[in-house]
Every structure is written in structure tokens, then in C-alpha cells.
């Protein structure tokens, strides 16, 4: 089994100690792990009301302190990654602060429209605020930049946008298929993310339905649990396993030195 989106205490919101979560991982039988921090906020320009990513003066010791585990535990596969934030126009004027950095593979993904983190618990609130049609709408708009933007491999929580369960009453599949033809005419990964089964939504990124959209065009797909916590390493993986294979996909998506390689999903 594989998890390629774990996080580190260095994010100021999660918990434990790299070498526990690789402990974890082993106990769990995970065979390739990948941990993806969240990339500094500061290097995009983007300073938000409470800390939630490493600063700049940090990243280069967790670069080099995934690179030593990685050494130092040869009986697990332990990959580097990086979760950058999305923002529209900014994230393209910083990219050199991130595409030049020696790792596996970048995840990108969205948590703020505007100034609003809608990700963030403290931010709930806001929702109530919103015409859910048009955010999601506004969300998928940026989810296309993101997909055009050419600087990632991984696109991370799909459909995060329905974390704490304030669903649209319209269909979405036309943005859902939108968005998987994204994907596949800019070689994109998705990720199936198990962190949904830990929110209000209760339900994986992305909707099993948009996963569908996703077989059709034929996304290539990686998997994570977005673990904040050591015990989360590996959470529901079996679960995404199963789903993956009920829609009929039959490989995941490995990845070094930001190449990808398909990996059959048998006896996984």
C-alpha cells in the first residue's frame, strides 16, 4: 500500500514526529510512503491570520530531513513531496521558489479563494454567507487554472470545496466532467484523498461519481490519507483501494524525481 500525502509538525497544524509517522506507516504494512508538506505560505506572498505551512526559513531543513529518513529507513520507500497552495496569477509569479527544488513530486492544491481559507475550521462560518451554486462554480474556476497552470503533478482533495458538508442543490456533474477533461489534457494526477472520511462531508476526495468522470478520461490517480497525525497514516487506504478498483481503475501512480510510474494495483 501506498500513502503520498502525509504532513509534518512544521505546518503548525498537525502533530508527531517524522520518524512516527514512518513508524506508523511500517506497523500498517505501507510498503512506499511520500511525505508533502505544505509549501511556505510567505515564499507565495501569502500571510494568512494564523500559521498553516512551514515558514521559508524552514524549508530547506525539512527537505533535508525527509532526504536522511529516507536514508536511514531502507526497508520503506519514503518519496518528497511539497502541497503548494493554488493561488491564481500569485502562485505562477513565485513558481521558481518551489519548481526548482530537488524533489518527487508536487501537489498542488486549493484552500483559499481570495483571502478566504475555506478550509480552515475557524472559517466555517463563512459558508453561510455564500451562494453555494456560485462558489462552487468560483471554486472549479480555479480548480481549471490550476489544472492549465502547468507546475504540478499531483492535483491534492479534488472537491475539497464540500468539506464541511455545504453541498450545492444542483447536479455537478458538468463540472465535474469539465474538471476531469482538465486533468487529462494537462497530464495530470489526481489524488484520492481519505481525509473526507475525517470531515463533515464524510466522504472521500473526490465524490465517487467524479472519480467516474475521472476513469472515462483516463486520469492516472496516486493516493493519500492527508494524515496530520501519525495514527492517520494509512487511514481508509483500503477503502480508496477497493473504490478505485469498483470503478475499474487498476493502477496508482508512483513518483520520482517528478516522473511518474504506474504500479498495478493486484495483490495491493
Known amino acids: 500500500m ?4 502525509i504532513h509534518t509538525a512544521r505546518c503548525h497544524h498537525a502533530t508527531g514526529t517524522p520518524q512516527e509517522y514512518i513508524a506508523e506507516a511500517r506497523l500498517k504494512g505501507l510498503t512506499e510512503i511520500g511525505f508533502a508538506d505544505h509549501f511556505p ?6 500571510i494568512p491570520s494564523s500559521p498553516v505551512s512551514m515558514s521559508a526559513e524552514e524549508l530547506t531543513a525539512y527537505l533535508e530531513e525527509i532526504r536522511e529518513l529516507a536514508e536511514k529507513n531502507k526497508d520503506i520507500t519514503i518519496r518528497l513531496g511539497l502541497e503548494v497552495d493554488y493561488i491564481p496569477g500569485r502562485t505562477e509569479e513565485t513558481a521558481d521558489s518551489f519548481l526548482s527544488l530537488p524533489v518527487d513530486y508536487l501537489i498542488g492544491s486549493l484552500h ?5 481559507d475555506f478550509t480552515h475550521p475557524a472559517e466555517k462560518s463563512t459558508y453561510l454567507e455564500k451562494d453555494l ?4 462554480e468560483n471554486y472549479f474556476a480555479d480548480m481549471g487554472k490550476l489544472c492549465r ?3 504540478f503533478d499531483i492535483v491534492g482533495h479534488i472537491d475539497v470545496i464540500k468539506k464541511f458538508g455545504f453541498l450545492p ?3 455537478l456533474d458538468q463540472l465535474w466532467l ?7 489534457e494537462n497530464d495530470l494526477c489526481l489524488e484520492i484523498n481519505t481525509a473526507g472520511l475525517r470531515a463533515p462531508v464524510k466522504e472521500m476526495y473526490p465524490a465517487p461519481g467524479f472519480l467516474q468522470y475521472c476513469f472515462q478520461e483516463n486520469v492516472p490517480v496516486a493516493v493519500g490519507s492527508d494524515a496530520h497525525s501519525p495514527q492517520e497514516v494509512g487511514y481508509k487506504i483500503d477503502d480508496a483501494i477497493a473504490l478505485l478498483r469498483k470503478v475499474g481503475y487498476r493502477e496508482v501512480a508512483t513518483f520520482i524525481g517528478r516522473k511518474r ?3 498495478s494495483l493486484e495483490g495491493g
Open 2 to 5: 501506498i500513502d503520498y500525502h
Open 133 to 136: 451554486h456560485e462558489l462552487y
Open 112 to 116: 483559499f479563494l481570495g483571502s478566504w
Open 178 to 184: 469539465k474538471t476531469a477533461k482538465e486533468l487529462k
Open 149 to 151: 497552470s502547468g507546475l
Open 169 to 171: 442543490q444542483i447536479h
Open 261 to 263: 510510474q504506474m504500479i
Open 41 to 46: 505560505l510567505d515564499l507565495l506572498n501569502i
